[in-house]
């Protein structure tokens, strides 16, 4: 199977005022911008719409477009870190590396959990070498650590916090899956459309990054995207 069947629905490349308009924190080292979802980071290997392609219009008088400093899965809407130069970069780099930056997802998951809060703690490893970047849990694996909070429930629906206390490929996806109430619209480990809708129901919602040692750490809030807003609703989501 190829990547393709990760692209729900295609979404074009972003102008220069659209990247702009996402953008959400913005300093001397860093800007955190909003991705939409279905968007890929990276340009693939058969080219392609992504979001670096827009980069050129967030140097904001800088002599070089910022670079990614982490990554999110295609159809993962929310908070992206940008380092906006190479010292910057490389700190952000290792701050995300060795844990300190906290990161809040909001998932809808099918179903969900009988309690209202918990740790999942569950090894995570490649399914096989054919599709190297889907992933299985696995006794043998990486250690993978999420906490979760149920924030709301409501028709078959959990409206649920994840937070990564490490940072694997596809890890919320996967622990959500196996722990049976996947995330609405996952393509791959639940029970999403291999087109159309529901898009994927997860969203990079806020990130706090402590990148200078005599300054707060910097917390960023990404609103929640319009294909969530429904199912939000219905788990009493309020709109805030």
């Not at 979802?37 to 980069?55: D, M, Q």
């Not at 999403?192 to 990054?209: C, T």
Request: charged letters at 25%.
């Amino acid at each position: 199977m190829s990547e393709s069947l990760d692209r729900v629905t295609e979404v074009p490349e972003l102008t220069g005022d659209e990247i702009q308009s996402r953008v959400l924190h913005r300093d001397g080292l860093m800007l955190v911008i909003d991705k939409p979802a279905g968007l890929p980071v990276h340009r693939g290997p058969k080219g392609g719409a992504n979001l670096e392609s827009s980069f050129d219009a967030l140097r904001f008088g800088l002599p070089r477009p910022p670079v990614l400093a982490h990554r999110l899965d295609r159809d993962t809407s929310g908070c992206l870190v940008l380092g906006r130069h190479r010292k910057a970069t490389a700190s952000l780099g290792l701050l995300f590396k060795h844990g300190r930056i906290s990161k809040t997802y909001w998932a809808v998951v099918e179903g969900g959990p009988a309690d209202n809060e918990g740790v999942i703690d569950m090894p995570i490893g490649r399914l096989n070498a054919e599709r190297g970047w889907w992933q299985k849990p696995d006794p043998e694996g990486q250690p993978a650590l999420t906490n979760w909070k149920v924030l709301g429930r409501g028709e078959g629906l959990s409206w649920l916090a994840l937070e990564p206390i490490t940072g694997r490929t596809h890890q919320l996806r996967v622990h959500a899956a196996a722990m049976g109430w996947p995330i609405v619209g996952d393509n791959i480990y639940g029970n999403g459309p291999r087109f159309g809708e529901p898009r994927l129901h997860l969203h990079s919602r806020e990130i706090v990054i402590p990148l200078s040692r005599n300054k707060d750490p910097v917390r960023v809030v990404a609103p929640a995207p319009a294909h969530l807003l429904d199912r939000l609703r219905r788990c009493g989501w309020n709109g805030e």
